[in-house]
């Protein structure tokens, strides 16, 4: 019998041992897997008890920060948002449901302290043993919390969004939404139904989304920063080319006109112009000339050269960003040849082409940077909970969209729509400020989408805003952006 | 018992007290319920061995007494008035406010009765005699019969698989036990069209996770199958992959969620393994698996020491159920096979299974001290 009772004791044995090879492969192996699974309740608790990592404005205002509690015998930490209402699109939010969004979805590994390295493995595990608990990481952005409560204040509800960053180094200080939301309401009862119903001055904006970098709005006279690009860096144009100027242009035999003047009936008329010129005054039909002459497809060239086409590179989730160019039954269209193209209309931002305030303050950033455009960032340094660099965010540069001789000649003529042009709005006394207006039709008479991109001192620039206000009754780029604009230049220079 | 295996004893006061500490970390009203049990445990496992001191082999004589024992207890829980039905098995039986689960006790009896009638018939047996196989149908039918009252695959799981390897060791005949585990997988399978319940059991087992909803029976509403029918067993993996390899330390592990709802059901008994796997990690439970291999090997030495055929199968049969039952419970929680609820050996919580597993050890402690009395003696 003997025989027979070493078989069975080997069986048995491996029985044993299957299970410690079956327990290794769920708690080495399949760890991560389990982790991400989105039923996983333990891991939502275990989410909860890690002190989630500070988010800290510019100066160091705290924008996001925890509230302790104890819960059955539990420490766990719940997200509470102080200036709540400046930055919930961009900053977004981390629910006790486990949901982020936001920056707070992608610096999640930093702000609980699950990035891998080394050292915080390390650090994390003797945490535990100590039980001590685990802090996340602290982020700063570049964000300033001042100017972007300034540019709430000068939307005033309407919807829109203000961009503002540097120029050299594509530092993002203020990225506004409106309208706005406070994102402490997200874990009140009904929260997401008082969020719901605020539909800002517009009467259909959404506040969770950040029309900055997911709002799609025709472009109107600011896309001719565009245009005038394509138009200089080809070499086809000089600013010095002349065009004679009917008050319109002909495009499929039929007139296509320049914007109303506002002291007679009809519309404007210039006579014999330089493209300077036709720049300063935003005239149409000179742009619609130069679409005519260089082409759609060229035009649209040097829109993906300046990154339209594809979703800018940026901190937040990339879901949280949409791309910008020529739109066709609500999807990204991009034309295989130039007859599914209308030149002209395209040429002064019309024709079905749709931008983000982003891309088009990346547009004017790339101009004042004399032609090399900076991916914009607004996460400046991640600092861990006992201060020490993490990580510090070093200015990346994209490429380079147009000549710097090409960008020298469009920051003169920008200068010119400030000084005398289209843009006198936004003047600053003592300071030269270079911008382009834009009032784009919405398709609805009377009602417009109000456009200003500027930047300063444009001798040496520095700082780009790119403005968007939408469905203005009667609201015109320089009469409703341009001092919004200006108000945050001011801020931006000190003044 | 001076003669009597000197490792038993410590393990199962090891496993126990691991058990015992959990049970406390997890509900402390428990754990002094559970010490209770365990007090009576020991006072059953001194009373065997003063009882059966001179000589257990006198069982022998009761075998049927044992047999009718096992079956009654088996079926105990499927009587209507006494019989709970607990998680879609009546493994239960309550008089008043008191639960007891008799398939743990039934357990030892069937070993008992096996072990006398193997050795008695083990010669007639081997020859494979149509008429010798009645017996064995007998008890496969019982399995099954069990399997089909009371829904309770685990402890239908068990006993098939002591008597399987108690026929092996006693009949050396492989194409038995190959025959019969073919029954009773075709009983299985039958089975599993009669009762819903098993068929379950294989598909949480073979697909936890579902993309799509389907229908769920504890709501009456749609769901992700890990939302309602392999709950259990999703948050119990979930809770070993929390543990990972060195755990959350004891006392730290995560069981209840914000709202101070436990996330496991059944979390001291059947799935204590998942808790301890998170809070000891992979290190602290690798360790307590080679505690029950250690266990198991001193328990098949016994076996192989004893001289007797009686004494080897009642102490193969202990040593295997121990073995098995372990299998059945941590294999069930990592998935190796279709989970079904059964102890953990000495570590879970319930009394019954407390005083079945010191039983357990006082019949190999009395095996192993006659062994080494008569090898002391010769």
């Not at chain 1, 025989?3 to 080495?28: E, G, M, R």
């Amino acid at each position: 019998m003997n025989k027979q009772l070493l078989h069975v004791s080997v069986v048995a044995l491996v029985l044993l041992a299957v299970l410690i090879v079956s327990t290794t492969y769920w708690q080495t192996w399949a760890v991560g897997d389990l982790a991400d699974r989105q039923d996983n309740a333990i891991a939502l608790v275990a989410r909860l008890t890690v002190d989630r990592g500070k988010i800290l404005g510019a100066g160091g205002t705290v924008l996001a920060t925890n509230r302790r509690h104890r819960k059955h015998g539990l420490t766990i930490f719940t997200r509470r948002y102080t200036a709540a209402d400046i930055a919930p699109q961009v900053i977004g939010y981390s629910t006790t449901a486990g949901t982020t969004t936001g920056l707070e979805q992608s610096l999640d590994d930093y702000l609980t302290g699950a990035n891998t390295n080394l050292t915080n493995t390390f650090k994390d595990t003797l945490n535990k043993l100590g039980d001590q608990t685990v802090h996340g990481d602290n982020v700063i952005l570049t964000l300033r919390p001042a100017l972007q409560a300034l540019a709430l204040q000068q939307l005033a509800g309407r919807c829109g969004a203000v961009v503002a960053l540097n120029a050299k180094t594509g530092a993002i200080y203020a990225m506004a939404s409106s309208p706005t939301y406070n994102a402490n309401l997200i874990e009140q009862p009904n929260g997401f139904a008082k969020i719901g119903r605020i539909k800002g001055a517009c009467g259909d904006a959404s506040a969770l989304v950040n029309n900055a970098t997911a709002g799609l709005y025709p472009p109107g006279s600011t896309f001719k920063m565009v245009t005038a690009a394509a138009a200089l860096d080809s070499g086809a144009y000089t600013p010095s080319s002349t065009f004679f100027d009917p008050g319109y242009c002909v495009e499929y035999g039929q007139h296509v006109s320049n914007a109303g003047n506002p002291d007679q009936n009809g519309p404007e008329t210039y006579g014999n112009v330089t493209l300077a010129q036709g720049f300063e005054h935003s005239i149409n039909s000179v742009f619609c000339n130069v679409g005519k002459h260089i082409g759609g497809e060229e035009i649209l060239k040097y829109a993906k050269r300046f990154g339209f086409y594809s979703v800018p590179p940026l901190d937040t989730p990339p879901s949280a960003s949409l791309a910008s160019g020529l739109y066709k039954n609500g999807k990204l269209f991009d034309p295989k040849n130039e007859s599914q193209i209308d030149p002209g209309r395209l040429a002064f931002g019309q024709f079905s082409m749709l931008s983000t305030p982003l891309q088009m303050a990346m547009v004017g950033a790339t101009i004042a940077n004399g032609g090399e455009e900076a991916q914009p960032y607004l996460v400046d340094r991640i600092v861990a909970s006992d201060g020490s660099l993490v990580s510090r965010t070093t200015p990346h540069m994209l490429g380079r969209p147009i000549k710097p001789q090409t960008a020298a000649e469009l920051n003169q003529m920008m200068q010119l729509v400030v000084q005398g042009g289209t843009g006198t709005t936004a003047q600053i006394p003592g300071v030269l400020v270079a911008g382009k207006t834009g009032t784009a039709e919405t398709g609805v008479a009377g009602v417009y989408d109000a456009w200003f991109v500027c930047f300063a001192p444009a001798n040496n620039p520095r700082f780009v805003v790119a403005v968007q206000v939408e469905k203005q009754l009667n609201g015109f780029g320089a009469s409703v952006s341009a001092p919004i604009a200006k108000a945050i230049l001011e801020k931006l220079l000190g003044r | 018992m001076p003669l009597a295996d000197p490792y038993l004893l410590p393990m199962a006061a090891l496993l126990t007290a691991i058990g015992v500490t959990e049970i406390y970390r997890l509900g402390p009203s428990n754990a002094f319920r559970q010490a209770l049990w365990i007090v009576i445990g020991v006072a059953a496992f001194a009373a065997t061995l003063f009882w059966l001191h001179k000589d257990y082999r006198a069982l022998e004589r009761y075998k049927y007494v044992f047999g009718v024992t096992a079956i009654g207890l088996l079926f105990l829980p499927a009587l209507p008035g006494i019989g709970e039905t607990i998680n879609g098995s009546r493994l239960w039986i309550h008089f008043g406010s008191l639960q007891f689960q008799p398939g743990e006790l039934g357990k030892i009896a069937l070993i008992v009765f096996l072990a006398a009638y193997l050795r008695e018939k083990r010669e007639v047996l081997a020859q494979g005699r149509l008429k010798d196989w009645g017996p064995l149908l007998v008890i496969w039918g019982g399995a099954m019969l069990v399997l089909f009252a009371t829904n309770d695959l685990g402890s239908a799981l068990l006993y098939y698989g002591i008597f399987l390897a108690m026929l092996y060791v006693a009949t050396a005949r492989i194409s038995f036990v190959a025959a019969a585990l073919g029954l009773f997988v075709i009983g299985s399978f039958g089975l599993s069209y009669l009762t819903p319940h098993v068929q379950d059991r294989v598909t949480n087992w073979l697909s936890p996770w579902s993309t799509h909803t389907i229908y769920c029976p504890l709501s009456g509403h749609p769901a992700l199958r890990q939302d309602c029918q392999s709950y259990q067993l999703v948050q119990s993996l979930y809770s070993l992959g929390h543990g990972g390899f060195g755990g959350t330390g004891l006392g730290h592990g995560i069981f209840t969620s914000t709202g101070g709802r436990q996330v496991i059901p059944d979390l001291n008994t059947d799935f204590i393994y998942s808790a301890l796997a998170q809070e000891l990690g992979l290190v602290g439970v690798a360790a307590v698996l080679l505690l029950y291999m250690g266990f198991v090997l001193r328990g098949f030495r016994i076996a192989l020491t004893a001289s007797d055929g009686f004494s080897k199968l009642l102490a193969a049969g202990l040593s295997f159920g121990f073995a098995f039952q372990t299998f059945v419970i941590v294999g069930g929680i990592t998935r190796v096979i279709p989970l079904t609820g059964i102890t953990l050996p000495f570590v879970s919580y319930g009394g019954s299974s407390v005083v079945a597993n010191f039983l357990l050890v006082a019949g190999l402690m009395l095996i192993s001290h006659r062994a080494n009395r008569q090898q002391a003696g010769a």
